[in-house]
């Protein structure tokens, strides 16, 4: 699968093997626990992130590994958004930076 991932007007598409969809679970449910205790996103905190926050947050460290270069993290985050949004297409940071505002597009 594919998850066309939007920067400052530069779009990077990132490649998830099917088979990391299936086989990170086990990490994606772990992620799921950490981020029901809260989570500061930007300004905010986030008692009990929804599904699209929790994707927002994983954007957030996707564009984070992007920008270090590291792209087993950046494959990861974008394989959890495809796992708990299904049909997701391309997400699009903010040009300001804030995380709530990233969106995540599906057809």
């Known amino acids: ?6 920067i400052d007007g530069q779009t990077y598409p990132l490649t998830v093997p099917d088979v ?3 086989e990170a679970d086990e990490l994606f449910n772990k ?3 950490d981020m029901s205790k809260g989570w500061q996103m930007g ?7 929804s599904t699209k926050e929790r ?11 992007i920008e270090a270069e590291n792209q087993n993290l ?18 699009v940071y903010d040009d ?7 969106e995540i597009y599906i057809s």
């Open 1 to 6: 699968m594919i998850l066309n991932v939007a």
């Open 20 to 22: 990391m969809l299936d």
């Open 31 to 33: 992620m799921d626990v």
């Open 43 to 49: 300004r905010e905190w986030v008692a009990d992130p």
């Open 55 to 65: 994707c927002q947050i994983a954007a957030d460290r996707m564009m984070t590994a």
């Open 74 to 91: 950046a494959t990861m985050m974008a394989a959890y958004i495809l796992k708990r949004m299904p049909g997701a297409k391309e997400v």
């Open 96 to 102: 300001e930076g804030d995380m709530l505002q990233t």
